[in-house]
């Protein structure tokens, strides 16, 4: 049971264009955390956001941590065919453990 | 460094069979977690250790599975009398300790047929 919401589920655009995906909680997480997956690998982390309200860039993705730190979003600006992917968000939970969306399937064709 | 490796890579299992499956965590990462992976979903947790101590095996589906570390570093998780529903990609993650951000192995991957 994902208790993290996803969406789109999936998404398919152009190069260049720009995506945001969403990732929606009932409960309230100590820090969210967004990962990129590739077919046959593992999810690889690209941000952690910690405070409510929170805005991270890394180079051309904006990470939004929402005021009362139960939803997040990730904005794409010009996707390029590298971004292709799963995108996963995930709550961190006591010890540590991550509670896990179901991802959004990210497509950018060229 | 190295990062996380699991082996194997790939598992097809009869239903019935036992299976192992294994995690060497990066050095020096005391925390050390199982997630599975069904198609199309993201990762569930499975179990957690610190060190060689499981403090948290809540998300474990059944008594069929069963993780251990007994030294710290490397772990194992069995699956007893394999089910088709325990096919799924097995995620192994370490992290230090305090630290949320965890590092993921490749996964391996059990198809039971």
């Known amino acids: 049971t994902q208790l993290l919401e996803q969406s789109p589920q999936f998404l398919s655009i152009q190069e260049g264009e720009n995506l945001t995906v969403y990732c929606n909680s009932s409960?309230?997480?100590?820090?969210l955390q967004w990962y990129r997956q590739e077919p046959g690998e593992g999810p690889v982390l690209l941000v952690t956001v910690v405070t409510g309200g929170e805005v991270k860039k890394l180079k051309r993705l904006t990470f939004q941590f929402g005021d009362a730190r139960k939803d997040s979003s990730l904005h794409i600006t010009a996707a390029q065919p590298g971004d292709t992917g799963l995108y996963l968000c995930?709550?961190?939970?006591?010890?540590?453990?991550?509670?896990f969306g179901a991802g959004t399937q990210v497509v950018v064709t060229p | 460094g190295a990062g996380v490796s699991q082996s194997p890579r790939y598992k097809v299992a009869k239903r019935g069979q036992d299976v192992a499956l294994r995690c060497d965590p990066i050095?020096?990462?005391?925390?050390l977690f199982w997630y599975q992976q069904a198609l199309g979903q993201g990762p569930e947790f499975l179990t957690y250790?610190?060190?060689?101590?499981?403090?948290?095996k809540s998300g474990l589906p059944s008594d069929r599975f069963f993780a251990e570390r007994p030294e710290g570093s490397v772990s194992t998780l069995k699956i007893q009398r394999t089910q088709q529903e325990d096919s799924a990609v097995y995620l192994c993650?370490?992290?230090?300790?305090?630290?949320?951000?965890?590092?993921f192995g490749p996964g391996t991957r059990l198809t039971v047929t």
């Open positions: 250790f610190q060190n060689e101590a499981q403090l948290d």
């Open positions: 993650a370490s992290s230090l300790p305090g630290v949320y951000e965890q590092y």
């Open positions: 050095s020096g990462h005391v925390s």
């Open positions: 995930a709550g961190a939970g006591g010890w540590g453990k991550l509670q």
């Open positions: 409960s309230v997480f100590s820090s």
